[in-house]
């Protein structure tokens, strides 16, 4: 049974403003690919909407990393979760600025 027939849909801005973030506060080098990308969560016990970022880079096994919140809801905290999950250490203070939209 079909809940919602028209997909919500990412406000493109944020996701931009995350792969930048990520981007400046890595120093991610040409070559390397940031996604963001929201889902639906049917999962029990998973919130309904779910943001996955992931960090594509040559020669290396693919990161990724779930947020149990949408992009919109995305803020410094919770990418600093998603650079220690990925084994980066980055402080709230450095991605903060980085995430403010223009």
Not at 44 to 56: D, K, Q, S
Not at 69 to 82: F, G, R, S, W, Y
Request: aromatic content about 2%; overall charge neutral.
């Amino acid at each position: 049974m079909l809940i919602n027939t028209s997909p919500r849909r990412p406000n493109r801005e944020r996701v931009r403003h995350i792969k930048e973030a990520l981007r400046a506060a890595l120093s991610l080098p040409d070559g390397t690919t940031v996604t963001v990308t929201e889902l639906a969560c049917l999962e029990e016990g998973c919130a309904p909407i779910e943001t996955v970022v992931a960090l594509l880079r040559p020669n290396a096994p693919p990161l990724q990393h779930k947020l149990h919140k949408p992009t919109d809801a995305v803020d410094a905290e919770d990418l600093v979760q998603v650079c220690k999950a990925w084994g980066f250490d980055v402080q709230i203070p450095k991605l903060a600025p980085l995430l403010q939209e223009n």
